[in-house]
């Protein structure tokens, strides 16, 4: 973690604190290859969520929830919310990984991207009442589909490891990266030409609409 210990983030200065602190109690967060927290607050917590990897040997990732006391410290031990479950997210690597979170309406939700980083990459996602306790696993839902996935008529592959942001009308978008082609050498992980494409994000039925039809991605 960093801090910073003005006013303007621009001018500093910025201080180093070390690693994010577990819960008492929690003897398990942050003991191996930990990446792509995010921290977001709702209905008065703030909470963080992150990918670590288990297993011994070819590693399987998971994305786990905490409730934050402060801005370095965790209040409660980790919590599973998600692991690579079905096939579309265990394409050579069984990953969940890059979580993003947006409230809207009355749920809330979080996306993920899965398998490994070529044309298979995708996103998928889960959902909660925006009243219910999001320390508690039986309040989450997850899809059983990604909710985006490669689009090769648009030339659009493995898009993944998205965020959500809003316009100054409150329109909610999507910033995403993808490939321009699916003709890969070797792991895609080391392949370095992925680009950032935005999206309009509309919603119905109560659920994010993640689609290329009748616009333009950027």
Not at 47 to 69: D, H, Q, R
Not at 173 to 202: K, Q, V, W
């Amino acid at each position: 973690m960093l801090r910073c210990e003005g006013d303007d983030p621009m001018a500093g200065p910025w201080t180093e604190c070390g690693i994010l602190r577990r819960a008492d109690g929690d003897d398990f967060s942050f003991t191996d290859f930990s990446l792509d927290m995010t921290v977001f607050d709702h209905n008065g917590k703030r909470y963080c969520v992150w990918a670590e990897k288990v297993n011994v040997g070819k590693k399987i990732s998971n994305l786990y929830i905490a409730e934050m006391a402060d801005p370095l410290t965790l209040k409660t031990p980790q919590m599973l919310l998600t692991s690579p479950s079905y096939a579309w997210e265990r394409h050579e690597f069984w990953v969940n990984e890059g979580p993003a979170f947006i409230a809207h309406g009355d749920r809330v939700y979080l996306t993920y991207s899965a398998s490994d980083t070529g044309p298979a990459y995708c996103v998928g996602l889960l959902w909660a009442d925006a009243d219910a306790d999001l320390m508690d696993i039986s309040a989450w839902h997850k899809l059983n589909h990604p909710v985006f996935t490669t689009d090769a008529e648009r030339g659009l592959y493995g898009p993944g490891h998205n965020t959500f942001f809003t316009d100054a009308a409150g329109e909610v978008y999507t910033s995403y990266h993808a490939r321009s082609y699916d003709e890969i050498i070797g792991d895609p992980l080391y392949d370095p030409n992925r680009h950032c494409y935005i999206m309009h994000i509309p919603f119905e039925s109560g659920m994010p609409v993640f689609s290329l039809d009748d616009q333009r991605f950027q």
